[in-house]
T-cell receptor, first 113, second 117 residues
Framework: NAGVTQTPKFQVLKTGQSMTLQCAQD?????MSWYRQDPGMGLRLIHY???????DQGEVPNGYNVSRSTTEDFPLRLLSAAPSQTSVYFC????????????FGPGTRLTVL | AQSVTQLDSQVPVFEEAPVELRCNYS??????LFWYVQYPNQGLQLLLK??????LVESINGFEAEFNKSQTSFHLRKPSVHISDTAEYFC???????????????FGRGTSLIVHP
């Protein structure tokens, strides 16, 4: 199993550009989520999904969109990038029950100029 | 809403010394507790977890954590650290609320463990 994969690993954008961060998992997990990690702020939840066709907002959803058309994929879209979105982004998945551990991808380091 | 507090943002320690990383959470009906470790330039990975039963849980690399319900704490300890333990450590809680809230996990802000030779 590949686990949770994320692409790209690094990305530089200019303010106002759009892009999609890709996330895929091959463990048939229902629950998937996106976090951003900033120094001193820990992990902050952006959006999450409990199954195909079901998404919801987390702590910091503004400026981001998600969709979940399949169990495997959970892309994160930045519609108009801003410097405040410079961060490291992690995708995670787990079985639906809350006692399951989360499996994290390797992260995408995004810089918005 | 559930909250998780990691009391130390950074813990410097010498190799072979003991260490404790502290974690407190807000009370809830039932909780599942996790410690994750993040090595430099990597994603997070599970270190250990408490689901039920014995309040002391151990990892394969010598860390242990004790669930203390009365103190609402889940501190992480290791009796003798190694240079390779240098990493960021995150405490996380999945909990239900009295009103039947969801099990979205909440993470602490992380503790950077720095092991000096």
């Amino acid at each position: 199993n590949a686990g949770v994969t994320q692409t790209p690993k690094f990305q530089v954008l200019k303010t106002g550009q759009s892009m999609t961060l890709q996330c895929a998992q091959d463990m048939n997990h229902e629950y998937m989520s996106w976090y951003r990690q900033d120094p001193g702020m820990g992990l902050r939840l952006i959006h999450y999904s409990v199954g195909a066709g079901i998404t919801d907002q987390g702590e910091v959803p503004n400026g981001y969109n998600v969709s979940r058309s399949t169990t495997e994929d959970f892309p994160l879209r930045l519609l108009s990038a801003a410097p405040s979105q410079t961060s490291v982004y992690f995708c995670a998945s787990r079985g639906l029950a809350p006692y399951n551990e989360q499996f994290f991808g390797p992260g995408t380091r995004l810089t918005v100029l | 809403a559930q909250s998780v507090t990691q009391l130390d943002s950074q813990v410097p320690v010498f190799e072979e010394a003991p260490v404790e990383l502290r974690c407190n959470y807000s009370s809830s009906v039932s909780v599942y507790l996790f410690w994750y470790v993040q090595y430099p330039n990597q994603g997070l990975q599970l270190l250990l977890k408490y689901l039920s039963g014995s309040t002391l849980v151990e990892s394969i690399n010598g860390f242990e954590a004790e669930f203390n319900k009365s103190q609402t704490s889940f501190h992480l300890r290791k009796p003798s650290v190694h240079i390779s333990d240098t990493a960021e450590y995150f405490c996380a809680v999945s909990a239900s609320t009295a009103s039947g809230g969801s099990y979205i996990p909440t993470f602490g802000r992380g503790t950077s463990l720095i092991v000096h030779p």
